[in-house]
């Protein structure tokens, strides 16, 4: 099948969700063809009886890709890439979906219409698992008052991308073949999206639409994020899991020689500074970037933080039981 744009859509017990990921998949409404590629991590509950149903549902449509055991969020990932056929890449795992009809269409005609663009995206709202998108009560997830943001539809370069934080997976269209021979890093990189959305905005510049399309549900069981709230009480763990995105940020700066460096290290200052509040180094919270970090917080920021220093395991209370209202 000849197609311009592979969806690709990871999936894990994700049997509350799934169905609502394939729906959006099926309503865009595009003027070229596109593939659905659903790779199945063999989930112990019913995800798999409903990718199948909608696949023989929609044979010419969508194709899964699974196997006898269970392999993994990287390498599911990594299959369901190498056996994408078309020209770009648009990405939404299955516990996200998208809210837009056009999405595809209007990624895919800014793209083709500025091929020197790399990397497109756009906003999401964040939702609790298990809740529906209510007009008026959201939480956008590309907030208009990051220091970093630039405003309405923006190109930004990946040090700048960097900067802007983390952008909704299921946001993510770009062109395939930037994604091929990968370093061996991204293999090992704590977490995928953000390898992606670098690696691809290296080659060219990102451009976000100013428009919410998709949903980013917080909160799955099993999800990475839901994974690491639950060690938020872990001193050991949280250290390791923000040495990891450190590690991240090392490797793409040997990867593209440095090119990015001030703006990757000022992206970096989040991760040294959970780590320093982790292991009580006060002193380093005079260090002349931290001063420069914090004035850019504000107030509310000035105070998470230090609440956080000070009072470690009443915020980590206080966050869990936030989780459940």
Known sequence: MSCLVSINCITYNHED??????ESFLMQKTNFDFEILIGEDCSTDDTKKIVERYANQYPEKIRVITSA????????SQRIFENSKGKYIAECEGDDYWTDPYKLQKQVDYLEQNPECTFCFHNAVLVKANKKVIPGVQTHLIKKSNYYFHGGDSNYSVGELALLGFIPTASFMYPKHLMDNLPEWCSTAIVGDVPIKLITTSYGYAHYLDETMSVYRTGVKGSIMYNWKKESGNKEKQILINEGFLHLFDNFNDFTKDKYKPEIDKAKIQFELEIV?????????????????????????????YARYNFPS????????????
Not at 17 to 22: P, S
Not at 69 to 76: A, E, I, L, S
Not at 314 to 325: E, H, P
């Open 17 to 22: 969700y799934i169905a609502d990921a394939i």
């Open 69 to 76: 055991q269970n392999v993994g969020f990287r390498k599911n």
């Open 277 to 305: 509040r982790l292991e009580r180094e006060r002193k380093k919270l005079k260090i002349p970037r931290y001063k420069e970090y914090f004035n850019r917080l504000g107030l509310n920021g000035k105070i998470r933080y």
């Open 314 to 325: 009443l915020y980590v209370l206080f966050t869990r039981l936030k989780a459940y209202i």
